[in-house]
């Protein structure tokens, strides 16, 4: 795809090329949210704000490098700010009860939900957050190390490092049957 094609015109003010962009953009985001947060509903409302604020500030925001790496990026922020103000509201709901879930609580029910509704497999699975999102990102969205490191805010040799460890381990533990 020629996102860049496409971001020129709507730098333009060109409505189609926009609705271009969404419509080839739109299941591949969706996927890649239901891996980070594994609720629709999130996942939806992440994609909605993204391109409403992609239009509003196309002009601002100029030309880009890599389109798709700028939009991913993007929708990963939109979509960690919708979950954080989300735990923020549910722990204002219930302050008198003085129950709210850890990080770690958090994460657990994340990873199991994962299980269950992505049905990855047991290796994957096994994988530390950090590793299956480089390992999903890489061979899922076909994206280099360097668009990887930039969208995960990390450094490149880290992003190396964390997808040469999920590898090893995968085809360490991999039983062909």
């Known amino acids: 795809m020629d996102y860049e094609h496409w971001w020129s015109k709507i730098q333009d003010g060109k409505q189609e090329a926009f609705n271009q962009l969404f419509r080839q953009m739109y299941p591949e985001l969706k996927a890649y949210g239901m891996k980070i947060v594994q609720r629709e509903d999130l996942v939806k409302e992440a994609i909605q704000k993204l391109f409403v604020k992609l239009w509003e500030r196309r002009k601002a925001i100029g030309q880009l490098n890599s389109v798709k790496s700028y939009i991913l ?5 939109t979509l960690i700010d919708l979950m954080a103000a989300e735990q923020r509201r549910a722990r204002q709901l219930l302050p008198s009860v003085g129950f709210y879930l850890s990080p770690e609580d958090l994460q657990i029910y994340q990873q199991e939900q994962e299980r269950k509704a992505q049905q990855l497999s047991q290796l994957l699975g096994q994988l530390p957050d950090k590793q299956r999102e480089i390992i999903y ?9 360097l668009e990887i490191a930039d969208i995960l805010e990390l450094n490149y040799q880290t992003v190396r490092n964390y997808a040469s460890k999920a590898i090893r ?9």
């Not at 381990?169 to 049957?177: A, F, G, Q, V």
Request: proline share 4%.
């Open 169 to 177: 381990y995968l085809s360490e533990h991999w039983k062909p049957y």
């Open 137 to 145: 990102l890489r061979f899922y969205n076909r994206l280099s190390f």
């Open 73 to 77: 990026k993007a929708y990963r922020r």
